[in-house]
């Protein structure tokens, strides 16, 4: 709970945070007029309020304002990296994480905001947060150790190759894509890779081992030393977009990527700890399936880097595996892409296909109708038996109630019927004692007679 009352310029700020007013915000901040850290009546800090929206701007500012990225006055012990979780804000998570964010931070419910983001189904910010490096990390490999001269990395790749490890999608195609926008990474691919290298050494022998992130360092340093030498000339032609075009290609029988396959496989036969859990996992599984075939490398590498939930490409893009695949093919409306620029990258195989897919397509929508129509017609089926079976209950209620009025009016003729003989027998039983009564009053009368006479 908050330890003193907000004032109204502190009210206004988080009034501003929720209705996502950078202005407003920044203004109040330059006030001068506002604690950055105070709390509301839930002991929440304007920056918990920030991440929950989910606005990176203003999380920036708060940061640089000094906010408490650790706070946890909230009465039920939130954080605000839980709340970014819980909201799905993916930039915020990563912006909080770089402030020195508390990863193991528990809420009163003993759940961490890692735990959070998984219980309401944001993978990414999981993901984010289980695979993250800091540019701390990375900064260190800029300066002389030892008996160097100079450090393995020039300090001005540091912000393009932190982005990189930062990126959760590790489908191939995403991150060749993402150094063919930061090329300073690919020319200088020998001295990257090799920082990427150390990384996942370090990760194997540190005293807590994490083969998770010593195979993502590993398949990510893999991949910008193919993007290096493709870059050259010395593994293939064209270039970057010679790797992308090989990675993209599809099967001519279905247009898989065999390229990509091919591609993870053979990471992860490079992989210099083969002694690793983790790498006799992906062997054991991967080594009887035929390429092409399911589990593919790309699923069985993401559901270890990443977890189990992030390998259902369901409803992601074709060509890089992106989330938010939004656009479809016209024709066949089978594919997603999540740019215009995926969907050129792929027509060259997709276009092999379409027609077939299409014609798939239809057939699936037929079937869905057909099914529905079915649908319809079982549940039409069903209301009239239940119909049916009601308007008989209706009938047997009737006839039973029926057969209850007729017993009765029975019942009444039965009684009225005994009345009347019991009324009859009782007048003839009435008559009867008259008449003896009579028949005594004459002998009575016959004896007064004879004594009379007899007297006389």
Known sequence: MASSKMNESEEELVKAINRVDIPEVRRLLSSGLVDVNCLDEQGMTPLMHCAYKGNAEMTELLLAHGADVNSNKHEHKYTALMFSCVSGAFEVTRLLLEAGANVQAENNLGKTAGQLGAFVGHHECVSLINNFISQEDLLYYTRPQGF???????????PSLYKYITVTNINPVKLVTFLKDHMDLVENYKSVSKVL??????????????EIMAMKMHFYGYTVRKCGRWHEGLDGKEGIEGLLKFLIKGRPSDGFPLGTEDFIRQSIKEFDYPQCTIFQQLVTTLSPVERGNEPTALTVLTQVINGIQSAD??????????????KKCAPCKKVAYCSVNCQKMHWGTHKKHCKRLAEEYKRELAEEEQMKKLEEETRAQQE?????????????REKENEKTENKETLDEGVLAGEDEKKDKNKEEENITDKNVQKLEE??????????AERES
Do not use: W
Request: aromatic fraction near 4%; hydrophobic fraction near 25%; include cysteine.
């Open 442 to 451: 004459k002998m009575a009368d016959l004896e007064t007679e004879k004594s």
């Open 384 to 396: 009239a038996e239940k119909r049916k079976t009601r308007e008989e209950k209706c009938v047997n």
């Open 148 to 158: 160097e001269k100079e450090g393995k990395l020039p300090a001005k790749l540091v």
């Open 197 to 210: 290298d150390l990384r996942c050494e370090k990760f194997i022998k540190q005293q807590s081992m994490n």
């Open 313 to 326: 490409f369901s409803k992601c893009c074709t060509v890089c595996g992106e989330s938010k695949a939004v």
